[in-house]
């Protein structure tokens, strides 16, 4: 049997000191050292931000119609312009090209006079507290690879995820919960990839919670307590010298501590998702009904209740029953959507703004990529995917609120001023959380990982 002192010292502290209340500090200190993945650890520098709140839109949110207002592109609606880009004049039917109008209005709010879209009136209530990026792009039209480059920063290849990045560096506050948890009605494209954890220690993949009367099906235990931590304790034990005889297995030890960690969650999980304990105005705030559990309403209280719980990265992502925002046949899809997040999210920022959690928290609002300011006629109903220019938004911990970043052209074809590309909006809520992206890497098949693979750059204008 190999002698690895290391393995037996993290064997030790896992199975003697791992949850104990006494010197907390001193126990976390020596489970980092000794490589347990889920120990908290310190980031590069101080940041204000402790924890992510991550909105995702699936689909392709039309920037033009929601969050950057183009006059010119009313002006112009109708008018053909040139093909000339090799992603526009080799598709078929697009021979031709015509601008197409936004079809809702916009309008200033708040003190710094942000212009919104009448599609998202109590996001408008918010705009102060905003850093709103009109100067998005990304590498790829179509879904699958736009909708894994915004979490993976890989476009063609699996790879850890943003949220798995964050746990990995600062492991996680309450170890009763996961540290990555993605609250989804159902998958997007990419499908488990988006959260998974890749070459990274699998402590670190993210947990599905699908909203309804059971979000994580299996966490009420059949057996007494006294019976079932005996039984936790011989497993553990057992667990311990058999990853002693395999130099510390990265899988294993990812496995053990699942079983601990699922053991908590018996008693975490229940009391997280009870939204029962708020109250009648609360709830009323996120659009809510009493008993209710499904709905992105209940996806932004659960999510505030896990962050208050020291939940260290929830992603929410909108794929309803109303589908997504991929509107090729019809932009007034867009109305059902915005109408589905708009007050919840708005309730969110609010809530977590009263309470304080805004200060160290911070929220991302994203989509893949936005859509095409024209189609193939003049009178087509929908908009096509659009790579070149879309909206983001950041709010919360390190963020300078009430701020228009970038822009597009007057037709909102390009971003043209202060472009930021997905891998600089990365290394940009990697630094809010206190990391410098380029030095947060992980050793694989010979070369050193990151999230933003070789490129990005922090948007410092976006910093408070």
């Avoid at 001023?417 to 410098?436: N, R």
Wanted: aromatic share 8%.
């Amino acid at each position: 049997m190999p002698n690895n002192p290391k393995s037996h010292r993290r064997g030790f502290l896992q199975s003697s000191v791992a949850g104990s209340m006494l010197l907390p500090g001193i126990v976390q200190q020596l489970l980092a050292d000794s490589g347990d993945p889920l120990a908290q650890r310190q980031p590069h520098f101080p940041a204000k931000a402790k924890r992510v709140i991550f909105l995702f839109m699936t689909g392709g949110v039309s920037h033009v119609d929601t969050l950057d207002p183009k006059p010119a592109l009313t002006r112009d609606h109708g008018k053909e312009i040139k093909a000339d880009h090799p992603e526009i004049k080799d598709r078929p039917g697009y021979e031709r090209i015509y601008l197409k109008r936004p079809q809702w209005e916009f309008s200033p709010h708040g003190e710094c006079g942000t212009e919104i879209s009448a599609l998202f009136p109590h996001l408008a209530e918010c705009v102060d507290d905003i850093a709103l990026i009109r100067s998005m792009h990304t590498s790829h039209s179509n879904h699958y690879n736009a909708t894994l480059g915004m979490h993976t920063g890989s476009f063609t290849f699996s790879r850890p995820s943003l949220g798995s990045w964050v746990s990995y560096g600062l492991g996680t506050m309450n170890r009763n919960l996961p540290g990555f948890v993605v609250i989804a009605p159902r998958q997007t494209y990419a499908g488990t990839q988006v959260y998974a954890s890749d070459f990274l220690p699998g402590a670190h993949q993210g947990t599905l919670v699908v909203p309804g009367a059971t979000p994580i099906a299996n966490v009420a235990s059949r057996i007494p307590e006294d019976r079932q931590k005996l039984e936790l304790a011989t497993l553990r034990s057992l667990n311990a010298k058999h990853l002693e005889s395999r130099d510390g297995d990265g899988l294993l030890t990812a496995r053990m501590r699942s079983f601990e960690t699922a053991f908590g969650m018996q008693m975490a999980v229940p009391d997280a998702f009870d939204l029962n304990s708020e109250s009648d105005e609360t709830l009323q705030s996120y659009g809510l009904q009493r008993g209710q559990t499904a709905g992105f309403g209940w996806q932004c209280l659960a999510a505030r209740r896990l962050v208050e719980r020291g939940v260290r990265f929830v992603e929410l992502i909108d794929t309803g029953s109303s589908g997504n925002w991929d509107a090729h046949g019809d932009m007034m899809s867009h109305v059902g959507l915005a109408k589905n997040v708009d007050q919840p999210i708005a309730a969110l920022l609010k809530d977590l703004k009263r309470s304080g959690l805004l200060e160290d928290t911070l929220v991302v609002w994203t989509t893949e990529f936005g859509r095409t300011p024209f189609n193939n006629t003049a009178d087509a109903k929908g908009r096509e995917h659009h790579p070149w220019a879309f909206s983001s938004w950041l709010a919360g911990a390190g963020v300078k609120p009430g701020i228009v970043h970038g822009a597009t052209d007057e037709h909102g074809l390009r971003a043209v001023e202060k472009p930021v590309h997905v891998h600089d909006f990365q290394a940009t809520i990697l630094h809010l959380m206190g990391f410098d992206h380029e030095r947060l890497t992980y050793r694989h098949a010979g070369r050193d990982y990151r999230l933003t693979d070789v490129e990005g750059h922090v948007v410092s204008d976006v910093l408070a």
